[in-house]
Each structure stands twice: as C-alpha cells, then as structure tokens.
C-alpha cells in the first residue's frame, strides 16, 4: 500500500501552500508610496532558492520557472524532517 493510500481520506484535505521568495518589512508610508511598476528590493539574489511552506510549515526548497504564461515553482529538495 502506497503512503497515499494510507492517508485514505485524509489526502483530500486541502492544504495551502506557499513559495516565499523573500520577506521584507515596509513602513506604512513605504506601503502607500507603492504603485503598479514599483520595485521592492529584496535581500535574496535573483537565482536563489525559493522557500516552500505548507500550512505555514517550511517544507523544502524549490526554483522558480516560467511556464507558457504562468510562474510556477518547481520543487528541487524536501527539508529534513527534524
């Protein structure tokens, strides 16, 4: 038995999942400056890892691709589960 189906209905509880780039702390005066073109400086280097976290978990690592027209994340390592 596979471990998807050891979870029987439990795998079909959903779950959210985030790629997180970079964080940043912005004053509210900085937030209200923002318009469409503005450009957040982040601490992470273009080519870096992007951090996957799963119900607020960080669960991996992944890289992020453009696909047709759309920006998905490709899962490349799983954290050590501790």
Known sequence: MTPLEQLGDLARIPLEVEA??????????E???????????????AGENIDVHVGGA???YGEAL??????????TDFRDRE
């Open 20 to 29: 997180v780039l970079d964080q940043r702390i912005l004053t509210i005066g």
């Open 31 to 45: 937030i209200l400056q923002l318009e469409p073109g503005s450009v957040i400086k982040l601490e992470r280097s």
């Open 58 to 60: 960080h669960i991996g």
């Open 66 to 75: 453009a696909m047709e027209d759309m920006l998905c994340v490709m899962i």
